[in-house]
């Protein structure tokens, strides 16, 4: 089929619209406007255009392939010049559609303006969409990157997109519609909270709460977007972040990891389209940390085939619950027992209120109140009072209670049972160690930004101040920032690809492990680094237009939430120190006592005094040396703390002593190891590229991040030896050099990150 | 005279409740009420105890003598029990005060549950007051503090408060009245503004904004008791400290230093009373830390002997104004002109708004909207267009111009002029690094409390879940905070006596570098300490309820406000190196670069290997080694940055380059030299001290925070061959035990800190 004159005047700028897989609600209403107004559409076309904004059945594939149909006839078989605007094209198109008598009137200017309103309206009035284009209409087409302007950044934000590019580009796409900005002044809990509810309805609507789930429930059975989309929306409103967080990771990825075919059919489409808003009843207000303590009861009743939910006391009460004043329904995670027999933590579906959202007999909950941040998520407490639920509420894949009443389970102990629930639930540390540096990046981009505008003091030789990044204090406290960025970039896409893997699978333990080390460093990254990038911008830091009081006040918590970093690290020593063969999450000493029994092999790199000693720069930013670097320190840190945990077992010393003096230790080596990792995967990144422009500009924040962390614990270094206080001094100077050369290319390092200037709404990082 | 049976009864809870100079509003009118209700007084008593709670004619001299004598007289002749509660003397001194027949009633239990309430409502109803009363009230008598329970901590806070404890015990009751409660859910800015507005004025009321001027303006002249009770005031809201700070201090404060006896006439006594509410229009947009280049112009017309006060560009606009929406006043920083000749910078007084608050042609006032915090404050800009004022509103103390139109100034350089006035407003500094402090150990206090309670996983070998106190990370964490806290405090009083010392002299360079040094290290110490606490108690010290969220987001414009951190360390650099010889605040290169030209002496330790390597705890932990260290880094600091410079100049390399190179070494040279001096200032108040149990409570502290500030610098230690790496390991060790030490005495000590309960208001710190 052939479309009309009037629609293929407008297929371009529909194409490309649609090519992005997002048309937000303002974008769509936008359209009809436009559509509506222009005089030189036919009362069917403007109908056939508006039709297709509906979201509720958007075009089909079939439309889709007919609407490139006929671009790429008309584009190629009048031979049409490939570089016309998309504007221009449509007008071209309509014009070889229209009979020869008619083809004049798609020349006036009227209708070239009230395309190029639309197009511009779209937001792809620019380069970059029109090479999009005509990259997918035709792949043999001879445009290159090469011929846009700001080249570098783009190249490089290619690479650290990754593999879901084109996910993070539909979150930024989606975000940036004004439907999802926050006013500055909107203080009251209430009113931010139904705001960011209806947000996130909004995004629901839109498909991408769903993402992770399998197809039949709306799904796209996709970890890997899911993460992506949920990282970028850190870009925005961080209230908006977690709600969808809880909603559809923690509520959603409970009932899909810990649940049969029967909740996920009965559940997984509405949570998904957050027609259900349930929320997940985990943490107590006695025990945070400690899951496997937790103090809620499911006692099983045979006769009625139920379960009773129960909090024995006060502190036992569900703390911290994300919506828990606008949920229905919540995932409790309580003690499971059939007569006097515990089977240890289970999570069961309790419905919290009734059709008029009024609290069920037995539930109380209680608002959290104001937060240092996240004032638009409704945290609360829940208590239960003998509340009953039919058995079949409990979510059963991995322990249920049969029609006997007997206990049955695939794993047979309880340690491992718990271990392997927890597990499945890794998903939320991946993601909020992937939204941590997001939300970090964007402090860089502004605080830089700004470096780069503002003026202090004057030059002694020079007329003009001089600019606040020129300042070598300004550039030592952010530049190293900017390359832990990066490195973290590669490091968390690597976590991401591992998380996809094991998805399905039930053993975890390296993205456990990994994830726990990665969400610890991020989220300290982020705390740092927002802190340091207020104060960097002084005064005008402080006010909410410039965003730092948001970005610190709502990503305070992550180093918190998801598990504690300290009690997350010591986890992470835990599994080196027995070579990742006990479970994940596993509390006591003794399960360490038994591998460290044997003695670590000391792989540290043999150490001599030229080695030590060497100040010559091309040793010092060689990757040979950067990498020693990382490896000793791991290696020398788990080798005296088994060393030491041994000496201690050997004099009889209680386990628990011995924990608690090597506490301190067993969080250093994690952060080195974790770190040590990082490294790794940056250098891996950058061997697998071929040589070139795009390598070498990775390679300066590579060293930065490299030889920064070697300097910043340059105590442990010179305290082993390992460097010379010579050395240790050269490394200063290196990295001063470094510095300088990152000084000039600051502002691409930043633009890389692709963040959409809409999104930074800082008034002082503003173009 | 004697007073009447019935006054007597309330006597010693008039006496102690006066005794503390401050009865606070609500205070006033508790005791109106009760006093009204109660039956046994006669119309007459009921109306002269009323009238002596009139805070505009508060008992004389004379008056609190005859309570004291009618007291004495009948506790002393009639020899009664001096261990009698206050209740219950007064009912004995009724007793013997009335008709013999009269005197049953006296005992009757209304009476008493009558008297009794008030004590309570007084918040006087304790052993300490009990003892306050009775030392006060006969000198000889033979209580001692022993005898009360929780007695160290009390004697701590003794030796901590120093010699303005009687100030700061005012501030903490006036603050803990409920009128000073601000509630943590009201957010709108405009409500908060108008309250802590409201607070302001009581405070003035009762006369604490005038302490620092002298007495014919309603002050005391007392500019320690004004840093005493503002530190004090950190303990409630800090929006409150910051009004304060900004309308006695900086709008008060300019009147006193920079005008003459016709501007204290005209203005002081208004100021201090808050009839006059005045802000100080410093900070420009453009230059922020530059003040010696800021923008606005005062031009002298001769004509008409006024000053056009103008804004030459957007950017010129004074920024961050606190007071700017409720002043009718500002005081003015302009370049002063006559003709074509510039004289520098000059304070005006300009008036902003007319009777019904409306601006005054001329000038447009912008609020500068939420803020990270402090948003009880109602910071703004300021832009003036062609603002005429006479001559008179000059603060002409360091320069006016004459009757003829010609300048006159008693400095005739014009930066010895500017700098002269900047010293002259150090107070502001002073006071900030104070009130750091104080925010600082809340925070403390509220993490120390918290962990004593919170149990988190269990012990392997006992029924009890630790606490989270008992954890070496939790200790490593919070103790060396608790020991900067305790080493900073004799610091700031130190540097408030010089402050005190100095405040009338105009040479005010060694209170300048050290309110510099010091301001910059205890407002990071805050921005540390107040992050390391929120995580360290967890999600709850996320809630608003537990106090982190407004002690973060208020303190954390204390690194950037009355100077930048970053900036105000490279000056103190300079005066180190000039020998404080220059004046301070002097930006460029050139004054250093005379005096560097001669040699810096070393006075560094000279260094043998048995020293460096010995790791004897007696040595470690003994005062000479760690005093070495702290000499050792400041002056081999010192020397290398002057060589440093003076090989640069030997090659020629231009100033403004040599400056940047050595940017970095200058902050890390006064970090240093603070330390030191804080170091020094703890080592003097415990040599000072006899020996005994308060020596021995103190030297815990002071070794902690000395190898702490070691081993946190290693890198610098071992990389100059101070340390050797055994060295540094066995420090570690050393300080490993000392937290043990500290941690069973960790809540006297925090507890000194003399933080009120009813001022402690985080939920998870209740006792």
Chains 1, 2 share one sequence.
Not at 466 to 472: A, S, V
Request: hydrophobic content about 40%.
């Amino acid at each position: 089929m052939h479309y009309s004159a009037g629609i293929q005047s407008l297929l371009p700028l529909f194409y490309i619209g649609w090519a992005d897989s997002v048309l937000s609600p303002s974008e769509m209403k936008t359209i009809r406007k436009l559509v509506n107004r222009m005089d030189f559409l036919s009362f069917t076309d403007k109908r056939q255009l508006i039709q297709w904004t509906d979201p509720d059945s958007p075009p089909s594939h079939e439309t889709y392939k007919n609407w490139l149909m006929d671009i790429q006839e008309g584009s190629l078989n009048y031979s049409i010049d490939k570089k016309l605007s998309l504007v221009q094209l449509g007008i071209e198109l309509a014009k070889n559609a229209a009979n020869f008598k008619d083809s004049n009137r798609w020349d006036s200017l009227e209708v070239k303006a009230s395309i190029a309103e639309l197009e511009k309206a779209l937001g792809i009035d620019n380069q970059l969409s029109q090479l999009a284009f005509y990259k997918s209409i035709n792949p043999r087409n001879t445009y290159h990157l090469e011929d846009i302007s700001g080249f570098d950044p783009k190249i490089l934000q290619t690479i650290l997109d990754g593999k879901y590019a084109d996910v993070k580009s539909q979150a930024k796409k989606l975000l940036m519609d004004p439907f999802f900005r926050v006013p500055y002044d909107l203080k009251n809990k209430e009113e931010l909270r139904n705001l960011i509810l209806d947000q996130c309805i909004e995004i629901a609507k839109q498909g991408y709460g769903a993402s992770a789930y399998p197809k039949e429930y709306g799904g796209e059975n996709s970890s890997g977007a899911n993460t992506a989309f949920f990282e970028t929306m850190a870009l925005g409103n961080i209230s908006l972040l977690v709600k969808f967080g809880v909603q559809f990771g923690l509520f959603g990825g409970a009932i899909l990891q810990l649940g049969t075919k029967k909740h996920h059919e009965q559940y997984l489409a509405d949570t998904g389209s957050l027609k259900l808003v349930g929320c997940f009843a985990m943490t107590e207000t006695g025990h945070g940390s400690n899951v496997r303590n937790l103090e809620t009861t499911a006692k099983y009743n045979h006769d009625s085939r139920s379960l009773t939910i129960h909090t024995p006391t006060n502190s036992a009460g569900k703390e911290y619950i994300g919506n828990a004043l606008h949920a229905t329904m919540a995932v409790v995670f309580a003690q499971l027992s059939i007569g006097d027999l515990n089977y240890g933590i289970h999570a069961v579906m309790v419905p919290l209120r009734d059709k008029n959202h009024k609290e069920l007999t037995g539930i109380t909950i209680e608002d959290n109140g104001y937060k240092m941040g996240l004032n638009g998520v409704d945290n609360g407490r829940i208590w239960f009072d003998d509340v009953a639920v039919p058995i079949a509420n409990l979510l059963n894949k991995y322990g249920g209670i049969d029609e006997k009443g007997n206990y049955q389970s695939s794993i047979d102990k309880e340690s491992k049972r718990f271990f392997t629930m927890l597990g499945a639930l890794v998903g939320g540390r991946v993601s909020v160690a992937m939204a941590s540096n997001t939300a970090t990046k964007k402090s860089l981009a502004i605080a830089i930004k700004y470096a780069l505008k503002r003026r202090q003091f004057e030059s002694i030789n020079e007329d003009e101040e001089t600019l606040i990044l020129d300042y070598p204090t300004h550039q030592e406290r952010l530049f190293p920032l900017v390359a832990k960025s990066y490195a973290l970039s590669f490091a968390l896409e690597a976590l991401r690809e591992k998380f996809v893997e094991q998805y399905a699978s039930t053993d975890k333990r390296e993205v456990e492990t990994l994830a726990a080390g990665l969400k610890s460093y991020a989220s300290w990254h982020a705390t740092d680094t927002i802190q340091e990038c207020r104060e960097a911008c002084g005064g005008k830091g402080y006010l909410s237009e410039n965003e730092f009081a948001d970005l610190k006040a709502d990503t305070e918590i992550f180093t918190t939430f998801e598990g504690d970093n300290h009690v997350l690290l010591q986890l992470v020593a835990k599994s080196l120190l027995t070579d990742f063969k006990e479970e994940f999450n596993s509390g006591g000493f003794m399960a360490v006592a038994r591998h460290i029994l044997k003695r670590v092999e000391s792989k540290a790199t043999s150490l001599n005094p030229i080695y030590t000693g060497n100040t010559n720069s091309e040793h010092i930013q060689s990757i040979e040396f950067i990498e020693a670097a990382f490896q000793f320190r791991t290696q020398k840190l788990l080798f005296s703390l088994s060393d030491r945990m041994r000496k201690y077992m050997g004099k009889k010393i209680n386990p628990n002593d011995i924990f608690l003096r090597t506490q301190t230790h067993m969080v250093v080596l994690a952060k080195a190891w974790i770190e040590a990792y990082i490294f790794d995967e940056f250098y891996k990144q950058i061997e697998a590229m071929a040589e070139g422009e795009e390598k070498t500009t990775l390679i300066l924040p590579f060293k930065i991040f490299g030889l920064n962390a070697i300097l910043e614990d340059k105590g442990f270094f010179l305290e082993n030896d390992f460097i010379s206080g010579d050395k240790s001094k050269a490394i200063r100077k290196n990295l001063v050099s470094l510095f300088k050369q990152m000084r000039p290319l600051a502002n691409n390092y930043v633009d890389a990150f692709g963040i959409p200037a809409v999104l930074r709404r800082a008034e002082i990082a503003k173009d």
